[in-house]
C-alpha cells in the first residue's frame, strides 16, 4: 500500500501570500489531519476532515483553513502569511476512528520570507 | 485538558547501551490511546506504537519495549542495545475522542532527541 503522499516537499513564500498545500491519504483512509511542527511550539493539531467535512479543530486562527475532497484528499490553505507561520505541516492519515492510528506523510516544508 | 510530558530533551548514548525514554501524560478521559512515533532527519514522523488505557500489558518488539503504567500515568519506552540508525526525535503521543467523532488531535510531547554514537 502507498503511503501518505504531501506537496509540494518544499515552498519559500514573502509575508501577505498565500499557500495551499496538499495530502493524498492511504487508499481506504477516510479521516485527515493536519498539524503543525515547529521549534517553539513543537506538534500542533490544526484539524481533521472526515468524509468532506470538518470534524475537529485545534487553536489556530481563521487564516488556516482546509477542505476534503470526495476521494479523501485533503488541501491547507494559509492566508496572508506571516513569518511565524513558517513550519513543517505533517499530514496524518487514518481509518477514520480515533482509535485507528494515524499515519504520517513526509511534511511540507514551509518558510515565509 | 490532556497534556504530555518528555521531560529528556535530549540523551546520548554510546552504541550498544540500553536508554529508557520517559513520557508522562494527563488526561481525564477514561479511554484513550498513546503512541510513540519517531522521526528521523528526513522530518517523517513514524508510528512504533500504539496502546489503549484497558490494556496495561508490556510490549517487547525487538529491541524495543514499553512500559505502560495507569498508577503513574507513564509509557516509557526503552531500546536495548542502542544502534546509530536509532538515532532521532521520539515523540510520545496521547489521542481521545473529539467531541465530533474521530480524534480531537494528537497530543504531543516536546520530543526527545536521541544521538547514539558510534
Known amino acids: 500500500k502507498a503511503g501518505v503522499t504531501q506537496t509540494p516537499r518544499y515552498l519559500i513564500k514573502t509575508r501577505g501570500q498565500q499557500v495551499t498545500l496538499s495530502c493524498s491519504p492511504i487508499?481506504?483512509?477516510?479521516?485527515v489531519s493536519w498539524y503543525q511542527q515547529t521549534p517553539g511550539q513543537g506538534l500542533q493539531f490544526l484539524f481533521e476532515?472526515?468524509?468532506?467535512?470538518?470534524?475537529n479543530k485545534g487553536n489556530f486562527p481563521g487564516r488556516f483553513s482546509g477542505r476534503q475532497f470526495s476521494n479523501s484528499r485533503s488541501e491547507m490553505n494559509v492566508s496572508t502569511l506571516e513569518l511565524g507561520d513558517s513550519a513543517l505541516y505533517l499530514c496524518?492519515?487514518?481509518?477514520?476512528?480515533?482509535?485507528?492510528?494515524?499515519?504520517f506523510g513526509p511534511g511540507t516544508r514551509l518558510t515565509v520570507l | 485538558a490532556q497534556k504530555v510530558t518528555q521531560a529528556q530533551t535530549e540523551i546520548s548514548v554510546v552504541e550498544k547501551e540500553d536508554v529508557t525514554l520517559d513520557c508522562v501524560y494527563e488526561?481525564?478521559?477514561?479511554?484513550?490511546?498513546l503512541f510513540w512515533y519517531k522521526q528521523p532527519p528526513s522530518g517523517e514522523l513514524v508510528f512504533l506504537i500504539r496502546r489503549n488505557s484497558f490494556d496495561e500489558q508490556n510490549e517487547i518488539s525487538g529491541r524495543y519495549s514499553w512500559n505502560f503504567q495507569k498508577s503513574t500515568s507513564s509509557f516509557n519506552f526503552t531500546i536495548t542495545a542502542s544502534q546509530v540508525v536509532d538515532s532521532a526525535v521520539y515523540f510520545c503521543a496521547l489521542s481521545e475522542a473529539g467531541s465530533g467523532g474521530g480524534a480531537d488531535g494528537l497530543t504531543f510531547g516536546k520530543g526527545t532527541h536521541l544521538i547514539i554514537q558510534p
Open positions: 487508499s481506504g483512509h477516510r479521516s
Open positions: 476532515y472526515f468524509s468532506e467535512t470538518q470534524r
Open positions: 496524518a492519515t487514518q481509518a477514520g476512528e480515533y482509535t485507528d492510528t494515524q499515519y
Open positions: 488526561t481525564r478521559d477514561t479511554t484513550y490511546y
